[in-house]
């Protein structure tokens, strides 16, 4: 396992486990996944992975119950970062939004309390107000913020007085938004872009096609598994296979690989099972040479997917099965 390289009090690894398909059933993973879930967190355990990211929305608390059931004791050893759901984010609330996330968790402190997005209407002063006194006392260890532009991000740092560690945003080989400003911010600054969905949710892994979309809400509501969609990648997940050969790995290591290399970028790729989580881990011991980067940038760059608004009816269409 690699880690990244800043004065954290804990080392931070660059392949970290995703956890909002624990206790989701929006992942259409039925009712067995919760023991798989406890395994998928020992195995990341047992190779290296110091981050384990969760939020009090997933299953509406299930998943950090989950998560700090199958830590155990080991749960003071690694980087347990959770999120606020940020529903009028005023300080009083926060505070006591955070003392349920860490009974849930079973943990004394949050080593990374994230505001899972920005509130339109709450400035960041009131909330990083809440994070602030959360830390004086020690509940909390690091803040981080979740799908926030640069400029709000520097603001909640400034409202914070002290650097607000990670910025979790969705970053994969097709949502590069990130490489604009927010990871060479990172890299200047000394933070952390954690990135989520860095697999497009599966869609990288070469695992579907037209004739076999993934099941489940989560994906079904997803723009990159319209038919369309996985018809026009195909091309994308050819150049993965092929670098994925060169390596001995697969599409989605090699996806992975190619966000972990900025090193001031993690990711945390959700598991449907132990052996995804072995693989995942693996990627992170995975250094793409230029020309194979060079590949996949112009491959991702070449791909064109119907998103947006133009989605929509096609979106709608696909659940009504027409
Ligand atoms: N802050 C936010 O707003 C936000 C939003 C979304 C997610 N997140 C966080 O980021 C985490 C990851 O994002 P995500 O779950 O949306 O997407 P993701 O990590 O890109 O995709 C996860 C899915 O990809 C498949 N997969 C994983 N590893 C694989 C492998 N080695 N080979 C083949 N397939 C593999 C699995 O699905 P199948 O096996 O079923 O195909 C898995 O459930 C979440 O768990 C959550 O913690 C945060």
Redesign the pocket.
């Known amino acids: 396992m690699r880690f990244v390289r800043l004065d954290t009090p804990k080392p931070i690894s660059k392949i970290g486990l995703?956890?909002?398909?624990f206790g989701s059933r929006e992942?259409g993973y039925g009712p067995d996944y919760e023991r798989r879930a406890a395994e998928i967190v020992r195995r990341a355990l047992d190779l290296g992975v110091t981050l384990f990211?969760?939020a009090e929305l997933y299953g509406f608390g299930r998943s950090e119950r989950i998560l700090g059931a199958a830590l155990g004791d080991d749960r003071a050893k690694v980087v347990v970062a959770s999120?606020i759901f940020p529903l009028l984010p005023v300080a009083p609330v926060v505070q006591q939004r955070a003392v349920a996330s860490a009974a849930r968790l079973g943990v004394d402190g949050i080593d990374l309390y994230q505001v899972?997005?920005a509130n339109p209407v709450v400035a960041d002063t009131t909330t990083m107000r809440g994070m602030r006194s959360l830390q004086d006392v020690g509940l909390v260890g690091e803040v981080g913020v979740?799908?926030y532009d640069l400029r709000r991000w520097r603001f909640a740092e400034a409202a914070l007085g002290r650097r607000v560690l990670s910025n979790?945003v969705?970053y994969?080989m097709i949502d590069r938004g990130p490489e604009e400003d927010l990871i060479p911010y990172a890299e200047q600054a000394g933070r952390i872009v954690i990135a989520?969905?860095?697999?497009?949710?599966?869609f990288l892994?070469g695992?579907y096609d037209v004739t076999n979309p993934?099941a489940g809400a989560v994906r079904r509501a997803n723009p990159y598994f319209l038919p369309e969609n996985l018809a026009r990648g195909t091309q994308l997940i050819a150049t993965l296979r092929e670098v994925a050969d060169a390596h001995d790995a697969?599409p989605?290591q090699i996806a992975l690989a190619y966000v972990l290399r900025h090193p001031n970028v993690v990711a945390?790729?959700?598991?449907?099972g132990v052996e995804?989580m072995e693989?995942?881990a693996a990627a992170a011991d995975i250094d793409l040479a230029d020309d194979e980067y060079a590949a996949l940038v112009a491959a991702a760059h070449a791909f064109r997917p119907v998103t947006g608004l133009a989605a929509v009816p096609r979106l709608i269409r696909a659940r009504l099965g027409k």
């Not at 995703?18 to 398909?21: K, L, N, S, V």
């Not at 989520?196 to 599966?202: E, M, T, V």
């Not at 945390?268 to 449907?272: K, L, N, R």
């Open positions: 995703g956890t909002w398909q992942w990211d969760t999120k899972h997005q979740s799908n979790q969705r994969s989520y969905s860095p697999l497009a949710q599966g892994s695992r993934p697969t989605s945390i790729p959700g598991a449907s995804q693989r995942n």
